[in-house]
């Protein structure tokens, strides 16, 4: 039967068709899932309990203001579960040392009867290429080795603003150039999962922390899937916005016309609160867009209140090109489930073709790496970080920039400067942004005759670590699922939609969906039932798992 | 020296070689006074101590071009008053202590992002507008690759392929004492970028300082065509965008401070030749009379190789100016074309005007001085007099407020350019800094004009006005100044004269008429300097002459 392929949704998915066709108008209780899971899924540990993912943002509101738990104990609660996972995860590059301190502040706040803001206690954690004030801020590189900013990035003095605690900066590849964190300047994150796979990139000390709970939710940044396919590895809901809803103020630019901050949380409620904390206009950023940011949370209602059909009138598309050769049979079952799922729920789901789609990836390399070798160039040594010192001016920027940078990042510099130069600019650059818009195009295209596009997140699920170090082309291949969307500069959400056999308890497989411009909303409210109404899935990794249950 | 100082980061002081330094892209500027006098090219070339004359060095330079035809064109890059810099919010005060009008976002730290300073756009269109240009409705910012410590992002914003304006003209008076001559010179585009710091070396040449405070601050570089061919006329160009900017009130156009810079390429080939010669690169000259003196020697420098039949000696060089050695020298050679590697700036977005938007500025542009002078000229001043009076838009205003009060032309420009102009020379002041204000120079005019006083008295009102102010009525009346226009009272005061000095009137009837000025000297003190001087001397005549 399915036993090569674990995947639980499948199984699901088979049985409840049976089980709900002749009731079309029936409501979804948990109850009910708990019956239908139990008698599928009981020998999977991730599928123990079937209880959808609930908001732990949410939850530390409730214990904090009903006074059950103090802000403190919560954050101990947290640090505790960092100091024991983190020999093995190594999520963070920095762990703040004033997280208690602030969690004493929110708990005499409370008994002051203050306030509190939506993230008050929330224990957040922030990649290391966005600037902190009271933290080292690398960008995963030698370079700027204990390089600290004279400024917060203003999607973290967003988050302050809403009480959050910063509780430390995760590891990243060096400044977002890799989809493994191996190309980190200080250590390798492993995947929660299974400690010898790669949790992603750039963003995978970010995805592997919320999916290890060591932190309540995270920030990442997006360049070309550097949210969205660590979220998918390491079994965690990232959210890649729309470029423009969230101030890149403050994010070490890699390329600056793609990069996005994203959020990862371990449901789609935390990513929503914590998306709608850091969106919006900044006047320190001029792509920043100045559109009314939607509460998105407010839309997510509990599940008791769905109707039997929630998605009912959704257009979804499914992109053919994102499942066909070079993609892994275990993902392509797990996306195929998932939108049979969300046909269940009531959607429309048709084939899309995007021909376009394959171009992106070189397009999205030649001028990610173009901007890059231009972004990098103030890693000078002149002022601030690393400095290899030196007699004569040109051997100070070499020795400083060849010291400071790792291999990744001097690739994609030489790469950069090689599209931009004279007479290759036109074949290079130029035509990249050609194909960038025929890209937008078919994405316009598409959007408008489906409200959401699903994909995979990647064409595979978390590999061994070290497994790809060596053949940059393969690695380069994994970020076909996202790339299109920076291009397009679109919102796209990912969240966990099953497994596929792999480590002990199975890995994650994400599923993508792309939203037109600004349309986050839908994206988190189809996200949301999908997410509510999944059954037999549960994506704690056995790491935590134990402790938590 | 001032040490380097950087807010919130690391202070290290950066060090770096004299070898270094000659990689540089852009000139560096020797700034050692400052001077906020403004002159018209030649004004301050008869200020400044030459070794060659103006008119001999012209001469020489007549002489050469017989043959040969020089070709120059001028890059110029204009400081944007702006309250703030180009993507920043710190100001710029020229002169400040290093590295104190720095933040995190003009000193390029990871993590900033440049938002644009809309005044920079409405400069731009205004200087587009006045050089008769063509505005770009779309255009968009581009980054400038290179290395220098002087840049902290390690590329300069500006603008590439689609720069703000395009294909103007300006034009100009030469001065008449050079011949004169109105000239029109091409403008090729108009950009928009910003400034880099300046690295500041230290006494013995073994280490650099890098200060920022100039990085960011906006600048509009202008592109000329090579219309231009001599030093005087490459000069008068630089001069008419220095008043054009002040004009506009764009820049203070300041050349020692390095708010208006020019670099100057120059070619020569003989008469008749269709193709350019090589052209040159001339860098470091911090004033009018030097780009003259600077591009005639070059001019003369490549002339000579020619002439030698060694014209393959001129090479593609940037060359400086020797203020010292009156020469040019060998900066750098340039090997081959540098790769900047622009690519669109993608941290702004682009630059759209609409047409509401720059008819606003257009309709706010004030007469500018190409307009101001051929005014002027029809009212009938010479063109000398409509040089000085259009060279400062404060003088020019004064004379136009004076003459609108009805004070005569003439006898305005008169005024204002002689004791009026003396005075501020002498007391380095602005026309706007002294309490005359043209409403009682045109009541002084009017004054003397209707023989209510004389000049001499209408002089000394005036440095009572230009120091203390009040009104010429008053002063008049204070001092009881009204001159004495009838006849039977000068000639009580001459009969009174005559009496008082018979020995002198006894000698100038014995042949000594010289002593008529003593006489006329005397009736003049009696009338406290009062008496209309006309008729004083008739009287006085008359009397002197009368056989009594
Ligand atoms: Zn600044």
Redesign the interface.
């Known amino acids: 039967m399915l036993s090569s392929v674990q995947n639980p949704r499948l199984f699901f998915v088979r049985c409840r068709f049976q089980f709900h066709l002749p009731s079309k108008s029936r409501h979804f209780h948990g109850s009910v899932a708990v019956r239908t899971s139990e008698t599928v899924m009981e020998p999977q540990t991730h599928a123990s309990s079937t209880t959808p993912p609930s908001s732990e943002i949410l939850t530390i509101r409730k214990s904090l203001l009903s006074h059950q738990k103090k802000a403190v104990d919560i954050a101990e609660e947290y640090l505790n579960r960092l100091r024991q996972t983190e020999p093995q995860i190594q999520s963070f590059l920095h762990v703040s040392e004033n997280a208690l301190r602030d969690a004493q502040a929110i708990d005499q706040k409370i008994e002051r009867n203050e306030e509190l803001g939506p993230l008050a206690g929330v224990l957040v954690g922030v990649k290391d290429n ?2 902190t004030v009271d933290m080292p ?1 690398t ?1 995963g590189s030698r370079i ?1 080795e204990d ?5 917060d ?1 203003t999607a973290v003095k967003k988050l302050r603003e809403c009480g959050a605690i910063i509780v430390g900066k995760t590891n990243l590849d060096e400044f977002g150039m890799g989809s493994t964190t191996e190309s980190s300047g200080f250590q390798v994150t492993a995947n929660p999962w299974d400690v010898s796979r790669v949790p992603g990139g750039s963003s995978g000390g970010s995805a592997a922390a919320v999916s290890a709970r060591q932190c309540v939710v995270s920030l990442g940044s997006d360049t070309g899937g550097s949210v969205r396919q660590p979220a998918s590895f390491c079994g965690v809901v990232g959210m890649k916005p729309t470029y423009g809803r969230v101030s ?6 890699y ?3 793609l990069d996005v901050i994203g959020c990862f949380g371990s449901s789609v409620v935390d990513t929503a609160i914590l998306l709608h904390a850091i969106s919006g206009h900044d ?5 920043s867009s100045k559109r009314v940011v939607p509460d998105f949370s407010s839309q997510l209602t509990s599940m008791e209140l769905f109707e039997s059909k929630p998605l009912r009138g959704l257009r979804v598309g499914v992109i053919r090109e994102t499942l066909g050769d070079g993609v892994d049979m275990g993902v392509i079952s797990s996306i195929k489930a998932a939108a049979s799922h969300l046909e269940e729920l009531g959607s429309t789901v048709i084939e899309v073709s995007l021909p376009s789609f394959s171009l992106g990836l070189p397009a999205y390399y030649i001028l990610a790496s ?2 890059s ?2 972004n ?5 040594g ?3 970080g690393n ?1 290899v010192a030196s ?4 051997s100070l ?1 070499g020795d400083s920039r060849a010291n400071g940078f790792g291999p990744e990042v001097k690739m994609r510099i030489l790469m950069g ?1 090689y599209a ?3 007479g290759y ?1 036109d074949a290079y ?1 130029k035509r990249a942004q050609q194909v960038r818009t025929l890209v937008q195009k078919s994405f316009k295209t598409a959007l408008d005759e489906n409200d959401i596009l699903i994909s995979p997140a990647a064409p595979s699920v978390a590999y061994k670590i070290g497994e790809k170090k060596n053949d940059p082309l393969a690695m380069y291949a994994g970020d076909i699922m996202t790339v299109n969307v920076n291009l397009a500069g679109l919102p796209a959400l990912v969240l966990p939609c099953g497994f596929v056999e792999g480590g002990v308890a199975g890995l994650p497989v994400g599923l993508q969906m792309i939203g037109a411009a600004f349309d986050e909303e839908k994206l988190l409210k189809v996200g949301h039932i999908f997410e509510q109404t999944l059954q037999g899935c549960r994506f704690l990794p056995p790491l935590v798992a134990d402790s938590l249950s | 020296m001032a040490s380097v100082l ?5 202070t ?1 002081p ?1 060090l ?2 004299p ?2 330094l000659l ?1 540089r892209k852009n000139g560096v500027l020797f700034c050692t006074t400052k001077c906020s006098q403004s002159q018209t090219a030649t004004q301050e070339n008869q200020q400044t101590q030459m070794k060659v004359s103006p008119r001999t060095h012209t001469k020489k330079v007549e002489k050469i071009l017989h043959d040969y035809e020089a070709i120059i064109g001028i890059e110029t890059h204009v400081q944007l008053d702006t309250l703030t810099k180009a993507f920043c919010s710190c100001a710029y005060l020229y002169g400040s202590q290093p590295n104190t009008n720095v933040c ?1 976002i003009c ?10 300073n809309s005044k920079v756009i409405e400069f731009a269109v205004k200087v587009g507008l006045a050089l008769n240009c063509n505005l770009s409705m779309n255009s968009k910012f581009d ?1 400038k ?1 290179y ?1 220098y ?1 002087d840049l ?4 300069q914003i500006s603008q590439f392929d689609i720069p703000i304006a395009t294909g103007g003209f300006i034009e100009l008076d030469l001065p008449t004492e050079y011949g004169g001559g109105h000239r029109k010179f091409g403008i090729t585009r108009v950009h928009m970028e910003e400034d880099a710091g300046k690295l500041l070396h230290s006494g013995n040449g073994s280490y650099s300082q ?1 200060d920022l405070n100039r990085a960011g601050v906006p600048l509009l570089e202008i592109v000329s065509e090579p219309d231009i061919r001599s030093g005087l006329e490459a000069a008068e160009y630089a001069a008419e965008i220095q008043r054009l900017v002040r004009y506009l009130g764009v820049s203070n156009g300041n050349m020692q401070e390095g708010s208006l810079r020019c670099d100057v390429n120059v070619s020569v080939r003989p008469i008749g030749q269709l193709e350019y010669g090589t052209k040159v690169e001339i860098k470091n000259m911090n004033s009018f009379s030097a780009m003259n003196r600077a591009i005639d020697f070059e001019i003369s420098r490549q002339v000579d190789l020619y002439s030698k039949g060694e014209d393959n000696q001129i090479i593609q060089e940037t060359r400086l100016w020797e203020e010292g050695a009156q020469r040019t020298v060998t900066m750098r050679k340039k090997e081959g ?1 540098a ?1 900047y ?3 669109p700036e ?4 682009e630059v759209v005007l609409s047409e509401e938007y720059v008819d606003n500025i257009r309709a706010s542009l004030l007469e500018l001085p190409e307009v101001k002078r051929r005014r002027y000229e029809r009212m009938g001043l010479s063109m000398q007099d409509v040089l000085f009076l259009t060279n400062d838009m404060n003088v020019a205003d004064f004379f136009d407020a004076t003459i609108e009060r009805g004070a005569e032309v003439k006898m305005a420009a008169n005024w204002i350019m002689s004791d009026i102009a003396a005075y501020l020379n002498n007391e380095k002041l602005s026309i706007n800094e002294i309490k005359l204000t043209p409403q009682e120079l045109a009541e002084l005019i009017s004054s003397i004009k209707g023989g209510t006083i004389s000049g001499k008295i209408g002089k000394e009102i005036l440095f009572e006005l230009i120091s203390n102010g009040g009104t010429v009525k008053a002063l008049i009346e204070e001092k009881d100044l009204v001159q004495i226009v009838d006849p039977a009272e000068i000639e009580k005061m001459v009969d009174k004269v005559l009496i008082e000095n018979p020995k002198q009137l006894q000698q100038y009837r014995g042949g000594k008429t010289k002593l008529q000025g003593f006489f006329a000297g005397q009736v003049m003190k009696l009338s406290k300097g009062k008496a209309n001087p006309g008729l004083l001397n008739k009287i006085l005549l008359e009397k002197l002459n009368a056989k009594g």
């Open positions: 966005i600037c801020s960008g700027l390089y600290r900013p004279a400024f990035a890149r103020f403050g994010l070490m630019a390329a600056s016309s006047i320190l950023d001029a792509t173009s901007e070798s231009s990098l160039s103030r890693y000078d002149v002022r601030y400095q007699d004569e001016l040109n920027y400067t931009l130069s004279a600019y650059y | 950087f807010r919130g980061i690391q290290r950066f770096l070689y070898s270094a990689s995190p000193m390029g730290l990871p993590g900033t992002l440049p938002v644009l980054r690759q290395f410590p902290p992002k390690g590329y890098v074309l790769d590697r622009y690519f993608p941290d702004l977005p």
